[in-house]
């Protein structure tokens, strides 16, 4: 006999289930959907969570947004408030010197190489890159009304200054090419890492950064160098970076303190977008006037099954939804993973008429800071990732709870389980400022076969039951399904021997198998290989109620008290 501790990782999410099921339909596969978690999760959002059963399963994480509400904003960061940083969507949060916001929800952004996102990206109206046109790469915008602007922009950069005249500047923090003209600023990092050619000259900001929106000034601090290259950027400055004589004969002119003049202009689909504050890559869009788009071949990898992360809007452009999918190995038997057009599908199933394909894989992470990462990342933990795109709002000190709610949409149990709710508690502006209330007041209809204590309920009898929680005046409810033997349809049996004794659970194994342990909502928090024998497993750190042991061959349920 041995015993294993187990590694728990446990999601953050409660096990709960809907009744009755719902339907979605994607590129004619229809799925029954079970709504896992529907919740506030910050003013004007709401989170949901879905499990997709059909020819495949899906598990789905989404975040809708009334851009309307007024304290909402859209955020954007870059790793550690530059280029070349990874940082885990958590720690992007951690690390932004912003303590006036708070960031409730927010999902990875765009994919990335050595030198940053591959697309343009505009950080609290601070450009940081512009994507070149040859990458054919997407983006999406926001400006300062909260609209969302999605597709191929066309960014154009106009200097001007007394001495060089007006010249046009080709990009921003990108690799210098042949016949190039190119603005480096301190995001891209401690110098400009081009070769010995060409004309380089510093220059620090008059008045901020190098902004997407109005005239940026800057003024020169060195002379010119010729044949360099490498130049050191500047903290809070740029390097204005040429290896064209058109360009290179301007520049060499410049003198200390003379001040130059920049000017973006945004252009997407031959119209001008303007007030841009903040700005992502993604590829390719998915979703456009509500039509799914033939991406399959576009990246290498569309057309297969993975973990995904979205961004798109509704038809009035008042609502933007955020969305990730699971998938890969970590997630098998919980979640299949989706190629781009069924995250398209799926994207309109949860009210968008326009969506942009954001990184994913590994990358695929869906956060709140009341309620953690919500998804599994497919690496098994959070992936570094270079952007993220967040919803923010000012921070409160008001911790008056206005509302309440369940943690969970509803649940299903068996016979004489035991369940203790979670009640969320939300300020006047839907803040979620208490993630676990304590004390409030439990009661349950009917009430007959019906035992609370401590406000934990048990049931005696099967049925459909209504849970009421109340604090102080506010009320809220949920609906538990009670079964007897629920789930029994998936359990095989077989010699495999399955005991709870006390803080532990005794499996006795007729074969070798890898051994796995699923909570009731299908999460699984441990993997060990088991031999023929006995192998005790620890549960005193697990949840009180309905757990799965599967083997590679069977699967029996077992209650953990």
């Not at 096990?15 to 079970?34: M, N, R």
């Not at 040859?134 to 909260?146: E, F, I, L, N, Q």
């Not at 740029?238 to 303190?257: C, D, F, H, R, T």
């Not at 390719?284 to 990898?301: A, N, R, S, V, Y």
């Amino acid at each position: 006999m041995r015993s294993i501790a187990f590694v728990l990782l446990i999601s953050s999410i409660s096990a709960v289930f809907a009744q009755p099921s719902a339907k979605w339909t994607v590129l004619g596969k229809e799925y029954a959907v079970d709504t896992l978690k529907h919740c506030q999760v910050g003013p004007g959002t709401t989170l949901t969570i879905l499990d997709l059963t059909g020819a495949d399963r899906q598990r789905v994480f989404f975040t809708t947004t009334d851009l309307a509400n007024p304290i909402v904003q859209i955020k954007t960061i870059c790793g550690n408030n530059n280029l070349k940083t990874n940082l885990t969507i958590p720690q992007m949060i951690e690390n932004n010197d912003d303590k006036a916001n708070e960031y409730f929800a927010g999902v990875n952004a765009d994919l990335f190489s050595a030198n940053g996102p591959i697309g343009t990206t505009v950080v609290d109206s601070e450009i940081f890159k512009t994507a070149r046109s040859t990458t054919d790469w997407y983006s999406v915008g926001a400006d300062t009304g909260k609209n969302l602007h999605f597709g191929q922009f066309y960014t154009t950069f106009r200097l001007t200054s007394t001495t060089t005249g007006q010249m046009s500047v080709k990009s921003v923090n990108t690799p210098r090419e042949s016949n190039d003209f190119v603005i480096y600023t301190d995001k891209y990092g401690a110098s400009t890492g081009t070769k010995s050619s060409g004309v380089e000259v510093a220059a620090v900001a008059v008045d901020g950064g190098l902004s997407a929106h109005g005239t940026s000034k800057f003024r020169i601090t060195g002379l010119p160098q010729s044949n360099a290259g490498n130049m050191t950027i500047p903290s809070g400055g740029i390097v204005l970076s040429a290896n064209a004589s058109w360009y290179m004969e301007p520049l060499q002119k410049l003198q200390i303190g003379d001040i130059v003049e920049i000017t973006p202009t945004f252009t997407l689909n031959g119209k001008v977008v303007d007030q841009i504050t903040e700005m992502s890559g993604g590829c390719p869009m998915i979703l456009q006037d509500g039509k799914i788009l033939d991406t399959d071949k576009l990246l290498d990898h569309l057309s297969y099954r993975r973990p995904r992360t979205a961004i798109g809007t509704d038809q009035s452009g008042s609502k933007m939804i955020l969305m990730v999918v699971d998938g890969d190995k970590f997630n098998a038997g919980i979640s299949d993973g989706v190629t781009s057009k069924e995250l398209a599908g799926m994207m309109i199933m949860a009210g968008c008429n326009d969506a942009l394909n954001f990184d994913g894989g590994g990358s695929s992470t869906i956060y709140s800071e009341a309620l953690g990462t919500l998804n599994r990342p497919s690496d098994g933990n959070l992936r570094k990732v270079r952007n993220g795109w967040f919803l923010t709002a000012p921070k409160t000190t008001d911790g008056n709870i206005a509302s309440i709610a369940f943690a969970d949409y509803s649940k299903k149990l068996n016979v004489n389980d035991s369940f203790r709710p979670v009640v969320y508690g939300y300020n006047g502006d839907g803040y979620l400022v208490n993630a676990d209330i304590a004390g409030y007041r439990l009661s349950c209809t009917p009430g007959n076969g019906v035992e609370i204590s401590d406000n934990t309920v048990s049931f005696k009898a099967t049925g459909n039951y209504r849970l009421e929680a109340a604090f102080g005046s506010e009320k809220a409810s949920m609906t538990v399904v009670v079964g007897d033997n629920a789930g029994a349809s998936a359990i095989k049996e077989g010699a495999l021997s399955i005991r709870s004794i006390g803080s532990n659970v005794e499996i006795t194994m007729p074969y070798d198998s890898d051994v796995r342990i699923f909570n009731s909502l299908g999460v699984c928090l441990a993997t060990e290989k088991c031999d023929v024998g006995t192998t005790i497993l620890p549960t005193s750190g697990l949840t009180p109620g309905l757990y799965l042991i599967a083997t590679e061959r069977e699967i029996k349920k077992i209650l953990i008290k």
